[in-house]
């Protein structure tokens, strides 16, 4: 990165450390950090999607339709969630390799099961053998986005259904009274008024998403767990030429702080947002920012 | 092997005792129910402790966090802050690492390094910060009244503590902190996925799941597994919990006792 870094074994102090910190493989540390937050800004929304159909399915008039929301949303009631995220990543491979198989390899007669195997025709196979390395990363971390996306859409799903029964009845009576129909309330009266009440619900689980993030590592992305632990372990000179000991308390010292600063970050930013949603609601927070004007 | 002897193989395997090597080939859900079984005793073992122990610390945390002096309130903060702002599997990890440093320093701190009690004061401590906070907010919400009434009553000091802010405090906090015992038996299962060894194999419920999951490819039998196992525990936790419920508002009338209403909380 530097020129003085051409000779390593010279350095000392501050400028060695700017140097180690600059290597290829710090680089990659650094990368991943993006992954973590690009998992962040994908699993979001998406799980933010997943838990407003889940919560409408459950309030659904269509009793097999309101029987799967409710399922979807006691899904995660009682299960560590580790154990659903294990599960997920597992599950959801086989699913698409299961389904690539019944299409591409109709001729196939085998069993798919065989003992403690499982086997699908090469040309099922997701990523296909052939297929470059970046294919294969990139298809990991979708499916660990999914398997996110899934666990927290129920969670979120949980905490949209409680704000749309928060929604004050008289509202979708007046709504009703108006002469709108039960779809028209509901997009028009009910989905802009639930968000004030769902966002304590939503900022809390953005703090468990955000805390969630490390289990990445368990689903087998190399996010900044992984190279947390492969760059602080011991390293000797014949491997690099910035040899040290056993630095891996540091580096998770490291990814502590940067948790902490983060999920505070976003608690103050989350409370102001608070502030401004809460503008003009029929809400004890509405009221006394509107007590505080007069 | 009958399925009694897998049990009496197996059904403490997560102790070390029995069969040492675990099963190899035809895995059977025998073996699967019996291993994953043996493991939820360790759930049990760090979900207890923590909790047992935790409870005290929190107690004093959240007074801590409530008292005016900022010599004990900014420590009782950070510690709160520190705990609930990072995941517990950095926790885990640092904990580990930490106790790994210390141990090339000191030898004494060679235990910790093992599961049984590095893991275990990880999660004390996390579960203190956790459960102080819901103590504390349970202490702000201690309705004026109740305290006015004591004053006119004329305790003070300690006596009013002990007597009517304490046992009000534990019947406002009851339902969060049954939750967050429901929650730390579920972190339990993080334990031995991050840096912590299972020595000899001896791991937790999930440790053995996953080993069966890997083992046999199969995911849809090992994991529905666990969860029924899970779910049993959740609601002998819940019952256990519910009576102490039912014995911190044994002063009020029947109807006007609150049910437990448990909401679910989701990952540290």
């Known amino acids: 990165?530097?020129?003085?870094?051409?000779?390593?074994?010279?350095?000392?102090?501050?400028?060695?450390?700017?140097?180690?910190?600059?290597t290829t493989k710090h680089t990659a540390l650094y990368v991943s950090f993006g992954t973590v937050l690009?998992?962040?800004?994908?699993?979001?929304?998406?799980?933010?999607?997943?838990?407003?159909?889940?919560?409408?399915?459950?309030?659904?008039?269509?009793?097999?339709?309101?029987?799967?929301?409710?399922?979807?949303?006691?899904?995660?009631?009682?299960?560590?969630?580790?154990?659903?995220?294990?599960?997920?990543?597992?599950?959801?491979?086989?699913?698409?390799?299961?389904?690539?198989?019944?299409i591409l390899c109709p001729g196939w007669t085998e069993p798919i099961r065989q003992g403690n195997d499982f086997v699908v025709c090469?040309?099922?196979?997701?990523?296909?053998?052939?297929?470059?390395?970046?294919?294969?990363?990139?298809?990991?971390?979708?499916?660990?986005?999914?398997?996110?996306?899934?666990?927290?859409?129920?969670?979120?799903?949980?905490?949209?259904?409680?704000?749309?029964?928060?929604?004050?009845?008289?509202?979708?009576?007046?709504?009703?009274?108006?002469?709108?129909?039960?779809?028209?309330?509901?997009?028009?009266?009910?989905?802009?008024?639930?968000?004030v009440y769902a966002l304590p619900g939503l900022s809390n689980l953005w703090m468990i998403l955000i805390k969630a993030t490390p289990l990445l590592f368990l689903l087998g992305v190399e996010d900044i767990v992984y190279w947390a632990r492969e760059l602080g372990g011991t390293k000797t000179s014949r491997f690099t030429s910035y040899p040290h000991g056993d630095w891996r308390m540091w580096y998770f010292l490291g990814l502590l702080v940067f948790y902490l600063m983060f999920t505070r970050v976003s608690e103050i930013f989350l409370e102001r947002l608070m502030r401004r949603l809460s503008h003009?609601?029929?809400?004890?927070?509405?009221?006394?920012?509107?007590?505080?004007?007069a | 092997m009958s399925c009694w002897e897998t049990i009496q193989a197996y059904g403490l395997r997560s102790l070390g005792i029995g069969e040492r090597l675990l099963p190899r080939e035809d895995y059977n859900l025998c073996q699967q129910f019996t291993l994953i079984g043996s493991?939820?005793?360790?759930?049990?073992?760090?979900?207890?402790?923590?909790?047992?122990?935790?409870?005290?610390?929190?107690n004093a945390l959240a007074l801590a966090k409530s008292t005016r002096s900022p010599w004990l309130r900014k420590p009782a903060e950070w510690f709160i802050f520190v705990f609930r702002g990072s995941p517990l599997f950095v926790q885990f990890f640092f904990g580990y690492f930490l106790f790994l440093s210390l141990k090339g320093v000191y030898p004494i701190f060679s235990p910790f390094t093992a599961a049984w009690l590095g893991a275990l004061i990880v999660l004390f401590l996390n579960t203190s910060a956790y459960t102080a906070e819901i103590f504390y907010?349970?202490?702000?919400?201690?309705?004026?009244?109740?305290?006015?009434?004591?004053?006119?009553?004329?305790?003070?000091?300690?006596?009013?503590?002990?007597?009517?802010?304490?046992?009000?405090?534990?019947?406002?906090?009851?339902?969060?902190?049954?939750?967050?015992?429901?929650?730390?038996?579920?972190?339990?299962t993080l334990v031995f996925f991050s840096g912590f060894p299972a020595w000899q194999q001896r791991g937790d419920a999930l440790y053995y799941a996953n080993f069966f999951a890997d083992k046999t490819f199969n995911p849809f039998v090992p994991y529905p597994i666990l969860a029924g196992y899970f779910i049993t525990l959740t609601l002998i936790i819940v019952s256990i919990f519910g009576l102490f419920n039912r014995y911190l508002n044994r002063h009020l009338p029947q109807e006007a006792r609150r049910k437990l209403k448990i909401r679910m909380n989701v990952i540290r």
Not at chain 1, 280 to 293: I, N, Y
Not at chain 2, 148 to 174: C, H, K, N, Q
């Open chain 1, 1 to 22: 990165m530097f020129e003085f870094c051409s000779n390593p074994d010279a350095l000392s102090g501050l400028t060695w450390l700017s140097c180690y910190l600059t």
């Open chain 1, 122 to 195: 090469a040309a099922a196979k997701m990523p296909l053998g052939t297929a470059p390395q970046w294919v294969h990363e990139a298809y990991g971390f979708s499916l660990a986005v999914f398997t996110f996306a899934i666990v927290f859409g129920a969670f979120a799903a949980n905490v949209m259904f409680g704000a749309m029964r928060a929604v004050p009845r008289a509202q979708i009576e007046t709504a009703e009274a108006y002469g709108m129909s039960h779809r028209q309330a509901f997009w028009r009266v009910m989905v802009p008024q639930m968000w």
């Open chain 2, 137 to 188: 907010g349970a202490l702000r919400s201690i309705p004026k009244g109740d305290v006015e009434a004591a004053d006119a009553y004329g305790f003070s000091g300690y006596p009013r503590f002990r007597r009517i802010v304490w046992p009000t405090m534990l019947r406002l906090a009851w339902p969060a902190y049954t939750n967050e015992a429901i929650f730390l038996f579920h972190a339990t």
């Open chain 1, 38 to 102: 690009l998992l962040l800004a994908i699993t979001a929304p998406v799980s933010l999607l997943f838990g407003f159909f889940g919560a409408a399915a459950a309030r659904a008039r269509f009793l097999p339709l309101r029987w799967f929301g409710k399922a979807y949303i006691a899904l995660v009631r009682g299960i560590p969630d580790i154990a659903l995220f294990l599960f997920f990543v597992i599950a959801l491979d086989q699913a698409v390799e299961w389904t690539r198989h019944k």
């Open chain 1, 280 to 293: 003009g609601q029929a809400t004890t927070g509405g009221e006394s920012q509107r007590k505080a004007a």
């Open chain 2, 39 to 58: 493991g939820l005793i360790w759930n049990i073992y760090f979900g207890v402790l923590a909790l047992a122990a935790g409870f005290f610390f929190a």
